[in-house]
């Protein structure tokens, strides 16, 4: 049964930094594509980060890059998302996905909330101004 369970997030001041994990169980971690995305309230899921099973290929949203970093641990089967100078805009409840990389054809495609299969349960990340 594939499970994704996150941790981290949190409150912190704009400027400040924030790490999210996701650990991922119950699959072969090295045959999927993860990704990061996010959602404020009233707003549509958006893509924020993703990352192939190899790591040769990442995805960023323009809002967040160059503040944002995904990586990924193949070994501990998990993903990280350091979020650096956040903003008040990046306030939002964040999950983690993973969909098998045989459906994945381009990097923008890793932003697509409708292109995976599996979630995280969500975690908050609250930037004040």
């Known amino acids: 049964q594939v499970q994704l369970v996150q941790s981290g997030g949190g409150s912190v001041q704009a400027g400040g930094s924030l790490r999210l994990s996701c650990a991922a169980f119950?699959?072969?971690?090295?045959?999927?594509?993860m990704g990061w995305f996010r959602q404020a309230p009233g707003k549509e899921r958006e893509g924020v980060a993703g990352i192939y099973s190899d790591g040769g290929t990442t995805y960023y949203a323009d809002s967040v890059k160059g503040r944002f970093t995904i990586s990924q641990d193949n070994t501990k089967k998990t993903l990280y998302l350091q979020m650096n100078n956040l903003k008040p805009e990046d306030t939002a409840m964040y999950y983690c996905?993973?969909?098998?990389?045989?459906?994945?054809?381009?990097?923008?495609?890793?932003?697509?909330?409708?292109?995976?299969?599996?979630w995280g349960q969500g975690t908050q990340v609250t930037v004040s101004s």
């Open positions: 119950g699959y072969t971690y090295s045959n999927y594509c």
């Open positions: 996905a993973a969909v098998l990389r045989v459906t994945m054809t381009t990097a923008q495609a890793l932003g697509v909330p409708e292109n995976y299969e599996y």
